[in-house]
């Protein structure tokens, strides 16, 4: 028997880069897993390749969206896992940064933090076992130039899985964020195609740029960080909550 045996997952965002990767890992140590996202079409089609995975449309900005498919999801039983991992990311100089795109950041990757965990949170508070895991970033626990919104964001997903964490010590559920530096997915792809335009540097000089942020000199794989999230659902990882996991290769946090 495999320990995430009878337990649903929620991946937001779980139709691509990390999200899928953390899917895959979940249902490969038992889980039923709930890909959500704004493309249905796209999460169908991956949750076909997934064992006992299904897709829910989900846009994690709008409260009614969010009530639905987690009404949906939990259908046949209380959700065990949620994975908060849909974000999105631009850049910009802070003197050019509009108010309307700090919010729409922020609407993401923290509110919609905020709505999925509400969501849940009757679940997790009564289960005998729960895990809420938040995908941060290295973003949220320093500050880097052009991004200042969404350094925001991370450190406040930070700062939200610390008070939940220290709320819900009591229960069974666990509450930790990963923190990855620069992963080979299409949120890379966006950062890699940004210092092209703006430096006219070629495809890998943009990707060495990004790589110097890690000691490693690397991106990061998917899997990484999908294996650190089948970690912390583990049950006998149940005493690590609150946490603010760092995957970057070496740099001290
Ligand atoms: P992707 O762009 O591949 O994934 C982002 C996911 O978020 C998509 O599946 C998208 O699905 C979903 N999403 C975006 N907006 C919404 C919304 N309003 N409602 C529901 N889902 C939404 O990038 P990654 O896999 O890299 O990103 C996953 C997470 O990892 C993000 O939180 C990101 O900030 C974080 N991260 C990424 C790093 C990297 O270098 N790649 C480094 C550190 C952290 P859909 O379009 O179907 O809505």
């Known amino acids: 028997m495999a320990h995430l045996d009878g337990k649903t997952a929620v991946i937001t965002g779980g139709g691509t880069g990390i999200g899928l990767a953390i899917a895959k890992r979940l249902a490969a140590d038992g889980a039923h897993c709930v890909l959500m996202g704004r493309n249905l079409e796209r999460l169908q089609e991956k949750a076909a390749g997934i064992d ?44 050019r940064m509009s108010e309307d795109e700090f919010l729409r950041i922020q609407d993401v990757n923290v509110t919609g933090v905020f709505r999925c ?23 949220g626990l320093s500050g880097g130039p052009y991004i200042s919104h969404y350094c925001a964001s991370k450190h406040a997903v930070i700062g939200m899985t610390r008070a939940l964490a220290a709320e819900w010590a009591k229960t069974q559920t666990t509450v930790n964020a990963i923190c990855p530096g620069y992963v080979r997915t299409e949120m890379a792809e966006g950062a890699i195609r940004t210092i092209i335009e703006k430096t006219g540097a070629t495809r890998d000089q943009a990707i060495a740029e990004l790589a110097k942020s890690n000691p490693q000199g690397r991106l990061l794989e998917v899997e990484e960080v999908a294996e650190i999230a089948g970690w912390l659902c583990h049950p006998d990882s149940r005493s690590v909550n609150g946490q603010a996991i760092a995957l970057n290769g070496g740099h001290s946090m």
Do not use: M, Q, W
């Not at 995975?53 to 409260?63: L, N, S, W």
């Not at 009757?122 to 973003?139: E, F, P, Q």
């Open 52 to 95: 006992r995975a299904r897709a829910e449309r989900c846009d994690v900005t709008d409260p009614d969206s969010v009530r639905k498919a987690f009404a949906a999801a939990r259908e046949t039983r209380p959700v065990s896992i949620l994975v908060n991992n849909a974000g999105i990311a631009s850049s910009a100089p802070f003197h």
């Open 117 to 139: 965990t509400r969501a849940v949170t009757d679940d997790l508070r009564a289960a005998d076992y729960g895990r809420v895991i938040n995908i941060s970033s290295i973003a």
